[in-house]
Nanobody
Framework: VQLQASGGGSVQAGGSLRLSCAAS????????MGWFRQVPGKEREFVAA????????YYADSVKGRFTISVDNAKNTVYLQMNSLKSEDTAVYYC?????????????????WGQGTQVTVSS
């Protein structure tokens, strides 16, 4: 499975961005797609995940109510709509694919990772 993330950029606090993650290759093996983020000196942290079927979504408490994850199976693409952005959302965002889907917020579950896209929120 290959993942290509896009959509990052710079925005002022309170603004919005939409990240995209296009999957290719053995997409039939994907059970869960997730978004994680990382800032220098810190561990990569869970942001949101969705079952490839689209029937269940999971969010970190820090983004609940502000971010929405969705999947378009026809395009093999997962989206992360980020609203009401805060300076603490600044990070490199990574999409990932998990063939098992047991614990969607555990980064160790994910076998495939995209290249990361920078999100910068200025206050």
């Amino acid at each position: 499975v290959q993942l290509q993330a896009s959509g990052g950029g710079s925005v002022q606090a309170g603004g919005s961005l939409r990240l995209s993650c296009a999957a290719s290759g053995r997409t039939f093996s994907i059970y869960t797609m997730g978004w994680f983020r990382q800032v220098p000196g810190k561990e990569r942290e869970f942001v949101a995940a969705i079952r490839w079927s689209g029937d269940s979504a999971y969010y970190a408490d820090s983004v609940k109510g502000r971010f929405t994850i969705s999947v378009d199976n026809a395009k093999n693409t997962v989206y992360l709509q980020m609203n009401s952005l805060k300076s603490e959302d600044t990070a490199v965002y990574y999409c990932a694919a998990d063939p098992l889907g047991v614990v969607p917020d555990d980064r160790r579950e994910y076998d495939y990772w995209g290249q990361g896209t920078q999100v910068t929120v200025s206050s």
